[in-house]
């Protein structure tokens, strides 16, 4: 199949969840013998195995750059495609039989959770752009169940996927010292702050050679925090394998690929409870999940229960293999071949 992408980043220079996951398929669908093309404005990754465009912001101003995207995916020539999927800004795109949108959580959700006015009209307008997504013709999928209750004519759910050839295990080593890693901004719904704090304040007292790791993008300075700012993929899974704990304290998660990665690496998660978390993790059996009010407390108890964290490893690594990219590629490639058949 002849199969275009469209998306405003790729991961090499905005690896952010989706940007992430759009490289991950097309690599997948790529290696199942596919010609996939991707539309974006980021550099071609070093290691891509598809066909990447490169397309222009031109001289736009802030405001207009907003909707850059949905106006350059329209003015595309798709002809020589068998399949257009839209991972993001189709708004403006013609609806049809070989159209497959996906939607990795809902602006309202966004909205909802944002922390200033200006951030919740500009999720409340993108949430409208949504609902013309979803009037346009063609197959519509969201990556967790969750989403459903935003975009009610979305049927049909796809996770996201984490390639389990990469992230693994590996040797099973685990710091000498009780370690914490969390991954995202500070003051956003991934409440980066929250954890801080409550580390500082809860958990530091009790463990007092403890270490809370941040990798993002808002440097961060408190007793035994270390910052590390972005990092390459290497460098994360070294994290993920050699940390005690993966806390993930978000106030909403479209679906939560983080907490995938950190279990494929035999990391046991500890989660504050949101709708997309619970689609993967079952609490104290893969995963722990608990309130805000009681991240401190959850986090002390799974650090001094290597029993509890070895039963919740096993557990995570076995259900992670639901999730693996080459299974996710397959259930795509099912759809796209069902609607090839249909367009006959």
Known sequence: MRIAFFNK????DQPNGVSVQV????????ELK??????????TPADALYSHVKLSWGNDSRLMCKFKPALQFRSVS????????????????????GRVRTFYGSALQEAFHAKNSGRFLYQSLFYLF????????G??????????????????????GVPLDIYSPGGGIKTDYPSILFIGDLDSRKRGRLLVDTFVKEVLPEFPDSRLTIIGPQPC????????????????IEKYRESWIYCLPSSYEGFGVPALEAMACGTPVVATVNAGIREIIRDRVNGVLCEPESLGRTIKELLKDQQLRSGIIAN????????????????????????????K
């Open 34 to 43: 596919h010609a996939v093309t991707v539309f974006s404005f980021s550099p």
């Open 130 to 137: 949504e609902w013309i997504s979803c009037l346009r013709k």
């Open 139 to 160: 197959a519509l999928i969201t990556i967790s169940e969750s989403t459903y209750s935003c975009l009610p004519l979305v049927k049909r759910c796809i996770p996201c």
């Open 221 to 236: 300075t408190a007793p035994n925090v270390i910052y590390t700012g972005i990092t390459d993929e290497k460098s994360l």
């Open 316 to 343: 995570g690594i076995e259900s992670v293999r639901a999730f693996d990219i080459r299974r996710i590629a397959a259930e795509y490639e099912s759809l796209y071949q069902q609607i090839l058949i249909e367009k």
């Open 78 to 97: 798709k002809e020589q495609f068998d399949i257009l999927h839209y991972h993001g800004d189709d708004y403006l795109c013609k609806g049809g039989n």
């Open 23 to 30: 490289h991950r398929l097309a690599q997948s669908l790529v």
């Open 9 to 12: 980043f790729l991961s090499s």
